[in-house]
Each structure stands twice: as C-alpha cells, then as structure tokens.
C-alpha cells in the first residue's frame, strides 16, 4: 500500500514515560507475524502521507500476576519496546503509527494505557497479604484477566522520502509493540533493546524491503450527494433520536482517484481508503470533537452487510484497476446517523474524518 492523499469528509448535522516500578505481570497470546505485501508509493510523498496500512487483527491476551501485587493493573501498549523501529527507520524520513481499536498512536507515545486490566485486583487482601508470611503466596496475586483488542500499523511519512529509499532488506522488527501493565515493561523495564528484549505478547513485522517507488500521482477528491466534500444531513428534529444508529437518515459519498488529463501512469494500479478521526465505541462511530451527544457510522455502500467502518481499517477500491477505458476509481460509501445521547443537545454539529488512499 503507498501513500497519496489525505482529503477530508465533513458531516454536518443540524440540531510515561516508562515509570521505575518493577514490573508485575506476564502477558501472552499466539504468535502473531505482520507481513508488508508488494506496495507502491509516489513521489509526491510528503509529512503526514501514509505510506502503507495493515490490515485489522484481533488478537486475545491473557496476563498474570507474577510479582503478588493484589491490587491489579491496568494493560499497557508499550510501542517498539526494543527501540528496533527508531534504529531501522533512520534516515527513511518515516515513522510507525500503531491504531489499538480504531485510536492512532505513533512512536513517540511509547506508553499508551488502555480501557482494559491487565490484571484484577484480589478481594480482601489488603490486611492479609500486609503480613510478610502471606505476601509471597497465591492468595496475595491479582487474578489473571483475559481481553482483547484490535489493532493495526501503518507507516506514515514524517518529511519527503529519499530516492531512492534506503536498503530495507531482511529485517524483521521482533516486537512492534508489547502488553504490560502499568508498572514497565517485563524482563527490561525501561532499558529494553535487541539485547536485551521485552518478553511478553507482541507483534513482528516483516517485508519492509516491499516498498518501492511508482509515477502515479491520482488526483484525490470526496464527492457527496451534492457533489461537495461535505455530506450534509439537513435539519433533524431531537424528538427523532433513539440511543444507537438511526438508518433513516444516511447520505451516499464517494470516495474518487482520479488520473490527471493526459497521464496513463496509474494504468493497472489498484487503490485502498482508509477512514481515521476522533472516534468512540471501539473505533466504530465517528465523533469530532465537541459532539457528545451525536456521530456518525461509515458503511461500504457495496457491502451494507458488511458492519461499521472501523476508524484505521483499510478497505479496497475493488478488485479491478484503471484501465484503458477508465480514467478514475470511485468507492461509494453511506454515512449513518448515531445518537449518542437522547435527548440531545440541539444545535450544528461537523464531523470531520480523513480518508487516506494508498495504493493497493
């Protein structure tokens, strides 16, 4: 997948740092392996671009108590733990960005807490486990909690990218990210590196060597049903809100790439989109900000069947590219009304979300 643009959707609607504690908790789940497929990027590419998207896996974690702290932890994602991107991405003008539920969080947050508990807290056990006799046995350990969550990577492009791109060849990042508690990381606290690496759950990453350069620049535009870059909703009456999604108000848009007058260099190339901004229930209703009481839902027009949109998951164009007969892709869309409070708060609410294209 490559970067190309970012335009912008409007809905308008009318009404750690590492801390020094030891750490205490071991979390694991199945191996997972995230692969970089062949991807094509511009060399248009400049800060803030998306270079490439994965796709979306759900991944179920369990963590346990290992150093008898009774009273719980919130889970933690700690990102590159090893410092592994930081060093292999010198140099290449990106940075790697990791979305946990549908919300982005690039490497500079190192530390991101989460809506779940690594571990939770043991009743009574305050008294009891004060007792040196006690505080090393089993009934001084929180008691081990399984969740999971959702996630996905992308790079994105910090500056313009070097051509040509450094050599990316054969590596493989062992750990994208871990799950901790809130404490540090496991087996290195806050000194991790390849070394001496983090040793609970996380991801790797290979085939960073598949990115490679192309010519086609697609011309990136929003078209609604008023063929602006903003659907527009009308005026609603709050006496119609119903907590949840509301599929009697829902606007078509699409989502078009375009090639300029005159270029042929797009010919067989396939395209993906992908939706991000402020969001809540998992990723699924877009909010902005200063809209509590109101969202909206994205659905693939070609697939109502299909669920929500999940803000930061990729969807394809289709399966076909541009052709000789065809100048420009178009992915059509529906936006969907969701009440987030009843009765709301009457006013003009403007939802923005971005929609990335890559290529494909």
């Known amino acids: ?9 409007v809905v308008l609607l009318c009404l750690p740092i590492f801390s020094s504690a030891s750490y205490a908790v071991t979390c694991t789940a199945n191996s997972v392996s995230v692969h970089v497929d ?45 410092h592994e991107f930081a060093h292999f991405l010198q140099g290449t003008n990106m940075k790697l960005v990791v979305s946990i539920d549908g919300r982005p969080y690039d490497q500079s947050a190192q530390a991101v807490t989460t809506q779940y508990q690594a571990t939770l807290p043991r009743a009574g056990s305050d008294n009891y486990c004060r007792s040196n006799n006690h505080s090393h046995t089993s009934d001084c350990q929180a008691r081990p909690q399984t969740f999971s969550f959702t996630f996905n990577l992308s790079l994105v492009a910090t500056g313009k990218l ?49 990115i490679s350069y192309i010519n086609c620049e697609p011309i990136v535009s929003i078209s609604s049903d008023k063929g602006t870059d903003t659907v527009e909703f009308g005026r609603i009456s709050i006496t119609e809100a119903k907590v949840g999604k509301d599929n009697s108000h829902s606007k078509q848009f699409a989502v078009i790439a375009a090639e300029a007058a005159g270029k042929h ?21 877009f909010t902005g900000q200063g809209t509590p009481d109101i969202g909206v839902t994205l659905q693939d027009a070609a697939h109502p069947g299909s669920g ?4 930061g998951n990729r969807i394809d164009f289709a399966s076909s590219a541009f052709t000789n007969q065809s100048d420009s892709r178009r992915k059509e869309f529906m936006a969907t009304l969701f ?19 890559t290529f494909k």
Not at 1 to 9: D, E, G, S, T
Not at 169 to 197: L, M
Not at 349 to 357: C, G, L, W, Y
């Open 308 to 311: 929500d949109i999940i803000s």
């Open 1 to 9: 997948m490559n970067p190309l643009k970012i335009v912008k959707l």
């Open 339 to 357: 009440w987030l409070k009843n009765p709301p708060q009457p006013g003009t609410f403007s939802i923005p979300v971005n929609a990335t294209v």
């Open 162 to 210: 070097p051509d040509p791109l450094p050599a990316l060849a054969g590596r493989t990042i062992n750990k994208v990210f871990v799950v901790d508690g809130i404490g540090s990381i496991n087996a290195c606290g806050s000194h991790c590196s390849t070394s001496n690496p983090a040793k609970n759950f996380g991801p790797a990453l290979n085939g960073l060597n598949n």
């Open 38 to 82: 062949p991807i094509k990027i511009s060399h248009s590419t400049t800060a803030g671009d998306t270079v490439w998207v994965s796709n979306p896996q759900t991944v179920s974690v369990t963590c346990r108590d290992t150093d008898y702290m009774p009273h719980g932890e919130a889970a933690r994602i700690y990102i590159d733990p090893d």
């Open 265 to 285: 260099e797009c010919r067989g190339i396939n395209y993906a989109v992908t939706f991000t901004g402020t969001t809540s229930n998992s990723g699924a209703v």
